[in-house]
């Protein structure tokens, strides 16, 4: 197992498009987290799954913003007419048990560019 | 919202100093974790701390928590060139299907 693997790398969509991001974890992990973060900025929490069950979806998250965890393995988060305020780096992780008990395993991030 | 504050937002170095990073928070916690981030990269997991425990060491780090001050720090010995990076804390809260809540980080630059 290699760790988490991100897909893109990058993204350069127009302000309306849709985009979507794919995020590989490692394979015993339950868990899988998705964070993003700005220049300058620690990750923010975006919402989390345990196996396919999303649990905790971000307040600040707004509708445009949907993510799936088919099967629990991998999952996607995809981001409607987007605008440049969703310009940032998306980060996913995984860990085999919550916070409470263990550290988790970053991706590289996807980093999107909304022009 | 971001829990962990960490101080200083930057600090640069020696190679060969000693660097210490200090981190604090608001609500109670079931541990603390500490991250390391290159540039353009995902975060590293370098260390977890829980409530009940003071110190903990790992390699060149020491990690110490104060649950009282509410305030944790890491100590990085014999810094290398290679940690230059920014560091994050982050917070596990102590709820049964608590995330991690990050602070906004610290620069750190060791200069060879």
């Known amino acids: 197992d290699t760790g988490v693997s991100q897909d893109p790398r990058h993204k350069i969509t127009k302000r309306g498009q849709n985009v979507t991001f794919r995020c590989d974890p490692i394979s015993e992990h339950n868990r899988l987290y998705w964070y993003r973060q700005t220049l300058g900025q620690g990750p923010e929490f975006l919402t989390y799954f345990q196996n396919e069950a999303q649990l905790e979806k971000s307040r600040l998250l707004s509708d445009r913003f949907s993510a799936e965890r088919p099967k629990g393995s991998f999952s996607t988060l995809e981001i409607q007419r987007t605008e440049q305020g969703d310009s940032a780096m998306y980060l996913c992780?995984?860990?085999?048990?919550?916070?409470?008990?263990?550290?988790?395993?970053f991706g590289s991030g996807t980093r999107l560019t909304v022009v | 919202s971001q829990q962990g504050e960490e101080d200083p937002q930057a600090l640069s170095i020696q190679e060969g100093e000693n660097a210490t990073m200090n981190c604090s928070y608001k609500?109670?916690?079931?541990?603390l974790q500490w991250y390391r981030q290159n540039s353009g990269r995902g975060l590293v997991h370098l260390i977890l701390?829980?409530?009940?425990?003071r110190e903990k060491h790992s390699g060149r780090l020491r990690v110490t928590l104060d649950t009282s001050k509410k305030s944790s720090s890491l100590l990085i010995t014999a810094s290398r060139a290679a940690d230059t990076a920014s560091y994050f804390c982050?917070?596990?809260?102590?709820?049964?299907?608590?995330?991690?809540?990050f602070g906004k980080g610290i620069t750190l630059s060791v200069r060879p």
């Open positions: 992780a995984s860990s085999l048990f919550g916070a409470s008990r263990s550290g988790y395993t």
């Open positions: 982050a917070t596990g809260d102590t709820g049964a299907n608590s995330k991690l809540t």
């Open positions: 701390i829980r409530s009940n425990e």
């Open positions: 609500t109670s916690i079931n541990n």
